[in-house]
């Protein structure tokens, strides 16, 4: 297994006043970083939106758009008709196929952090859909709790609210912890995943500079393991051993996003 770090301080960011963010891949003005798309990845953006302001309305074609929400509130409308207002703990997924139109705008006083995702889907022309789903801090404490998976997945359903995973037109399967101080916590690759993406959300604050905050270490394959902090992440390249090691080595809950790519 190998284990590439992706570190904060290297990724793209922007401070517009009401928008600061982090860009994993190649996104608006950051270009030409080398870091384009990652298997069926396309897009990281760690966001943080000021109250009352947000991205208007706008349209997207053939992505697999979904939103990871941290902390506040996010006020999501479209052209299908869907108005949600999502908080901690919710996952929304659209599948933009042939076109739709959304906004995204911070709903109440505060300032509304999330994670937005993009993957490239493996069947084009799709009819635009949309689902949401809630998971729970319990849920996610010091275990791995599958929030998105390929379509027609078991217990992957394609109702628009559900329980278990929403379902993704990607090779993609996402899983989201809440990891305690000196707790371990493995994960086995499933057959025919080629791919891991590793993120620990930058949950103590805006920060452009080196990463801090917690901690974790992540190790496979019998190698010595890389430290990750807040902000930061890894390309893991999974070849003959399949089970990563994932520890909290800090003083705080690392929330972690583990992507799985086949």
Known sequence: MKILPRLSAERG?????????????????????????????????????????????????????????????????????NTEIMKRGDIQLTSAGTGISHSEKAHGAEQVHF????????????????????????????????????????GASSKREDTGPAPVQSPLTLYSTLLSPATSLPHT?????????????????????????????????????VVLKEGDAAYIMVQDAKELKVENVGDGVAEVLLFELA
Do not use: C
């Open 189 to 225: 690759f499933q057959a025919g995943s080629t791919k891991g993406y590793i993120h620990v959300i930058q949950t103590s604050g805006y920060n452009v500079g080196p990463a801090k905050g917690a901690a974790i270490k992540i190790s496979g394959g019998g190698g010595e393991g």
């Open 115 to 154: 994670l937005q995702i993009w993957s490239l889907p493996s069947v084009s022309k799709l009819t635009p859909a949309y689902f949401t789903r809630h998971f729970t801090d319990a849920e996610k404490k010091d275990q791995w709790a599958r929030i998105v998976a390929p379509v027609n997945t078991p």
């Open 13 to 81: 960011n922007a401070d517009h006043g009401w928008l600061k963010s982090f860009h994993t891949f190649d996104f608006a003005s950051y270009q030409g970083s080398g870091h384009d798309k990652f298997g069926a990845l396309r897009v990281i953006n760690e966001d943080r939106v000021a109250p009352k302001t947000g991205f208007g309305q706008h349209s997207h074609r053939e992505f697999e758009i979904f939103s990871y929400i941290v902390s506040g509130e996010l006020q999501h409308n479209d052209s299908m008709g």
